[in-house]
């Protein structure tokens, strides 16, 4: 192993190996365009009460009498390189959903932030929001709601900076991504073994690994003439 360390086959691999890596580093400190990203955290409904005893529930907001009483906890955060000022960003829920309340859930990791609520939308106003790589700065807030805490459109943008809106997945997007990440695995998997087998035979066979091509030429020439008297490589 130390033999091919140092042999030219070996140092290819070693720099290869530190381009790859020094090739990552760049990438994962490249400057990254301001993009808020508006996470679906947590969503919590009577709806999921079984039917029977749901019309036995009365919930009351403030002595109004609600059918269904609903919860959506979202979080805002700054995937950008860059600080992003005055976001605005406005969430519009379905006909017949009305919002009650909209408040944060960690006061004191959160900017000083103003959120203003209508029927059937939210509009959320932050400051300043740093990156959160760097800093990891967070808006977290929860929405309480009326009726049907989904589906939600999430809307927003300004100079330098826009809006991307992650609903949490489903149980189906759940499993697309187990089933790339297992492919990914196994295709790691089948490199990494088949390039320890092919060094494997050759320190078994004691062939030189400056001779390795030359063998495998030597063999496609035995076979195409029929395998006469093999050539010694």
């Not at 709806?47 to 009365?58: A, G, L």
């Not at 929405?143 to 997945?169: D, F, M, Y």
Request: charged share 20%.
């Amino acid at each position: 192993m130390i033999d091919w360390l140092f042999s030219d086959a070996g140092a290819g691999w070693v720099f290869g190996t530190a381009s790859l890596i020094a090739l990552l580093i760049g990438y994962l400190r490249r400057s990254r365009p301001s993009i808020v990203v508006v996470r679906e955290l947590a969503r919590t409904s009577l709806v999921s009460v079984r039917p029977e005893v749901r019309d036995d529930i009365e919930v009351r907001f403030r002595g109004q009498a609600l059918h269904n009483l609903a919860q959506l906890e979202l979080e805002c955060t700054n995937i950008g390189s860059s600080v992003v000022r005055n976001a605005a960003i406005t969430l519009r829920f379905s006909d017949g959903t009305e919002v009650l309340d909209v408040g944060h859930l960690s006061p004191d990791a959160t900017p000083e932030c103003s959120f203003r609520k209508e029927a059937t939308n939210v509009r959320v106003e932050i400051p300043f929001l740093n990156p959160e790589t760097e800093h990891r700065h967070r808006v977290h807030f929860a929405v309480l709601l009326s009726g049907i805490p989904q589906p939600v459109s999430v809307t927003g943008a300004g100079e330098g900076w826009s809006t991307r809106h992650l609903p949490i997945p489903s149980m189906r997007a759940l499993q697309r991504r187990m089933t790339r990440l297992m492919l990914l695995m196994l295709g790691w998997l089948a490199v990494s073994g088949g390039g320890a087998y092919i060094l494997g035979s050759q320190d078994r066979s004691r062939i030189g690994r400056g001779q390795y091509s030359r063998c495998l030429v030597c063999g496609a020439d035995a076979a195409r003439d029929g395998w006469p008297d093999v050539p010694v490589c």
